[in-house]
């Protein structure tokens, strides 16, 4: 063979032969948006929009998002042993509670730091009067070991937050809340909060409510309150159109809040 048509042969052999696999990749591009198709619908699967069943949750929190660290009259019996303080924790539980239930003769219960009310509430617990006690009970409730979240709190908190529902604390208590939110991490969490001694209204008196909603920019119809209290609570959330669920009776876990909010309404 001469040496130009050996030096062809190769190339000739290639021209001759189908490349390896030509057919295969001819498949692969005989439909060149099928593959896209099949990525955009299962894409378009994971993306499907769905929204919670409420925009806003209003929570009350002494009681329902603040609980005692531990009952209230071992701590007054505990810190009063060195006043005097000798009444079992059974009488000072009576006591506290004829203090809470008793009317009270001004419009708010709680104004500014609330020390009047609470300072009634611990001599008819306890019968004692002595100033330096009152205060070392006072101080003793300013800070956030005293109190505890319930369990899935805090989850209920991040994970509503993050599905876009708006938070607000609308709560009768004195100005010592913002900093116990502070200590226990949560205030951050939250859209506002709207505290009775700062706004000049108590539950069940609709403005709170009202306030709140504002604040958090959700219509009664489309948000749910949270507490502890038939009257100061649910009747007072229910007069404005603001569906109110009870802890305890209602809802019983946080995570059960979690879960009726986050119920998946289709759009």
Same mark, same amino acid.
């Given at each position: 063979?001469?040496?130009?048509?050996a030096?062809? &042969?190769?190339?000739?052999?290639?021209?001759?032969?189908?490349a390896? *696999? !030509?057919?295969?990749?001819? $498949?692969?591009?005989?439909?060149?948006?099928?593959?896209?198709?099949c990525?955009? #619908?299962?894409? &378009? *699967?994971?993306?499907?929009?769905?929204?919670?069943?409420?925009?806003?949750? !209003?929570l009350?929190?002494?009681?329902?998002?603040?609980?005692?660290? $531990?009952?209230?009259?071992?701590?007054? =019996?505990?810190?009063?042993? $060195?006043?005097?303080?000798?009444?079992?924790?059974?009488n000072?539980?009576?006591?506290?509670?004829?203090?809470?239930? /008793?009317?009270?003769?001004?419009?708010? @219960?709680?104004?500014?730091?609330?020390?009047?009310?609470?300072?009634?509430? +611990?001599?008819? =617990?306890?019968?004692?009067?002595?100033?330096?006690?009152?205060?070392?009970v006072y101080?003793?409730?300013?800070? *956030?070991? /005293?109190?505890?979240?319930?369990?899935? #709190?805090?989850?209920?908190?991040?994970?509503?937050?993050?599905?876009g529902?708006?938070?607000?604390?609308?709560?009768?208590?004195d100005?010592?809340?913002?900093k116990?939110?502070?200590?226990? %991490?949560?205030?951050?969490?939250?859209?506002?909060?709207?505290?009775?001694?700062?706004?000049?209204?108590?539950?069940?008196?609709?403005e709170?409510?009202?306030?709140?909603?504002?604040?958090? &920019?959700?219509? =009664?119809?489309?948000?749910? %309150?949270?507490?502890?209290?038939?009257? /100061?609570?649910?009747?007072?959330?229910? /007069?404005?159109?603001?569906?109110?669920?009870?802890?305890?009776?209602? +809802?019983?876990?946080?995570?059960?809040?979690?879960? @009726?909010?986050?119920?998946?309404?289709?759009?």
């Open positions: 063979m001469p040496a130009a048509a030096a062809r &042969g190769p190339l000739l052999l290639l021209r001759r032969q189908p390896p *696999g !030509l057919a295969v990749i001819r $498949r692969s591009f005989s439909s060149p948006y099928s593959g896209m198709r990525a955009s #619908a299962a894409a &378009g *699967g994971r993306e499907r929009r769905s929204s919670p069943a409420y925009d806003g949750l !209003l009350d929190a002494g009681g329902t998002l603040l609980q005692l660290a $531990r009952p209230v009259a071992k701590t007054y =019996a505990s810190l009063g042993r $060195r006043y005097g303080v000798s009444k079992r924790e059974e000072i539980m009576e006591g506290f509670k004829r203090a809470f239930s /008793a009317s009270w003769p001004k419009t708010l @219960r709680y104004q500014g730091d609330g020390r009047p009310f609470w300072r009634i509430v +611990v001599a008819e =617990a306890t019968d004692c009067t002595d100033n330096d006690y009152f205060e070392e101080q003793y409730y300013a800070h *956030g070991d /005293a109190w505890r979240l319930p369990a899935g #709190a805090y989850k209920m908190l991040r994970d509503l937050k993050n599905a529902v708006k938070l607000a604390v609308v709560s009768n208590f100005t010592r809340l913002r116990l939110l502070k200590d226990l %991490h949560v205030s951050d969490m939250f859209d506002a909060i709207v505290v009775s001694s700062e706004v000049g209204h108590e539950k069940p008196a609709p709170i409510f009202k306030i709140a909603l504002d604040q958090i &920019g959700v219509e =009664a119809s489309k948000a749910v %309150h949270v507490g502890d209290d038939e009257t /100061a609570d649910k009747a007072g959330a229910n /007069a404005i159109g603001l569906e109110c669920w009870l802890w305890g009776e209602d +809802v019983k876990t946080f995570s059960e809040i979690q879960d @009726r909010i986050l119920t998946r309404l289709p759009q």
